[in-house]
Nanobody, 124 residues
Framework: VQLQASGGGLVQAGGSLRLSCAAS????????KGWFRQTPGKEREFVAA????????YYVDSVKGRFTISRDNAKNTVYLQMNSLKPEDTAVYYC??????????????????WGQGTLVTVSS
């Protein structure tokens, strides 16, 4: 079972990036998924989460109105569209999945599967 995150890179403030997280080894269509991020010296923090069918989403306040989480269960992939990026969004972004039939969560420990991370750097 593997979650492969991609789409990170260097962007200027105000720009956009779209992260993708493709799953392999099993289907995650019954699993809530989330995105977290981490900067050096800080704990990994919640960014966004989406329910198994995509009908419910939740965001940390600092990204509301700028980031959008979505999923395509046919492609076994979850996305994070990031607009109006700010330097403080700079971090390694990780995708994660909960166990089957679990509701979405903002808690790190509730996620069973993790991707390897993709670096997003926003320059001022």
């Amino acid at each position: 079972v593997q979650l492969q995150a991609s789409g990170g890179g260097l962007v200027q403030a105000g720009g956009s990036l779209r992260l993708s997280c493709a799953a392999s080894g099993r289907t995650f269509s019954s699993n809530a998924k989330g995105w977290f991020r981490q900067t050096p010296g800080k704990e990994r923090e919640f960014v966004a989460a989406i329910s198994a069918r995509g009908g419910i989403t939740y965001y940390v306040d600092s990204v509301k109105g700028r980031f959008t989480i979505s999923r395509d269960n046919a492609k076994n992939t979850v996305y994070l569209q990031m607009n109006s990026l700010k330097p403080e969004d700079t971090a390694v972004y990780y995708c994660a999945a909960r166990g089957s039939y679990s509701s979405l969560s903002t808690e790190l420990g509730d996620y069973n599967y993790w991707g390897q991370g993709t670096l997003v750097t926003v320059s001022s």
